[in-house]
């Protein structure tokens, strides 16, 4: 039993471990290819056996340097290098947490370019209004008495979106200004979160942090007086946002803080955390 399993083949890397969880390395091969350095070498060294070597075929198998499978290719009809690249010169893909990271920051900057789109779009619509009000107040007023003379009375003239509209046309425009400028804003603020987070910035991360956690009290407030799916949905996912930065990305020193943060990402994207999955050999 014992020389059963010293003869056990070492298995390929990028095929043993864990199948049931999520491995984003494969996501990230899947959308953006395999990570292969020294494709276009004229020969590998056995110095270079951590990214590519050759079987007795002369077919080379490439380490992808992200999620550590070994890919089959053609020697170059066309070398443009002698050997593979030297370490010093190797971009390191992100791997582990950061990469899990990376694509969970994605999500929330798409969330926050949605808003950023949403509130940009109303903020335009207030302006554009207070500019041209004016001109637009007695049509409407005739519109409204023309519609209330077919339905044989006033009644309902107060409700729905004819009634906000209405109510709009009686605020003041120095309100009305503020209002969109205000909002205009908050557009701007929740565009820049989407563009630092997306670049996984680090300042991007505290300011969605502050700006979502401040934003959580009005919302609380707003399912005291009604309560519908929007609102609690918007509820839930600022909460886990919150949560998510505060907890995983180690905010204003929890768990660790910074420093913490940076060990996992050196533990994770270095040549250690290459060589800590077990090379192997590709079948001949």
Known sequence: MAEEERAAPTPVPGTAGDRRRLR???????????????????????????????????LRWHRCLRCDAWVPVAPPAQPDRPHPPERPEIVLPLRGKPLRDRYVLRLIAL????????????????????????????????????????????????????????????????????????????????????????????WAEYLTFVATTVLLVPE???LTSRVTVAKVLTLV???????????????????????????ERARDVSWEAVERVLPGRPAD
Not at 30 to 44: C, D, F, I
Not at 175 to 185: D, K, N, P, S
Not at 237 to 263: D, P, S, W
């Open 111 to 202: 969330d926050r370019l949605l808003h950023f789109l949403v509130l940009g779009a109303l903020a335009a619509g207030i302006l554009l209004f207070v500019d041209k009000r004016a001109g637009l107040q007695a049509p409407f007023y005739r519109f409204m008495d023309l519609l209330q003379n077919g339905l044989g009375g006033t009644g309902g003239s107060g409700r729905g979106l004819l009634g906000e509209v209405a109510k709009a046309f009686a605020v003041r425009s120095s309100t009305l200004w503020l209002i969109g400028l205000v909002i205009a804003a908050y557009a701007l603020l929740e565009g820049v979160e989407a563009v630092g987070l997306w670049f996984a910035k680090r």
């Open 24 to 58: 984003y390395e494969l996501l990230g091969c899947a959308l953006h290819g395999h990570r292969l350095e020294g494709v276009t070498a004229q020969r590998v060294r056995p110095a270079d056996a951590l990214l590519a070597r050759e079987d007795r075929d002369g």
């Open 237 to 263: 996912i600022n909460l886990a946002v919150v949560v998510y930065l505060l907890v995983a990305k180690r905010l204003f020193g929890v768990r660790g803080g910074g420093r913490v943060e940076a060990a």
């Open 220 to 222: 609380v407030y707003e």
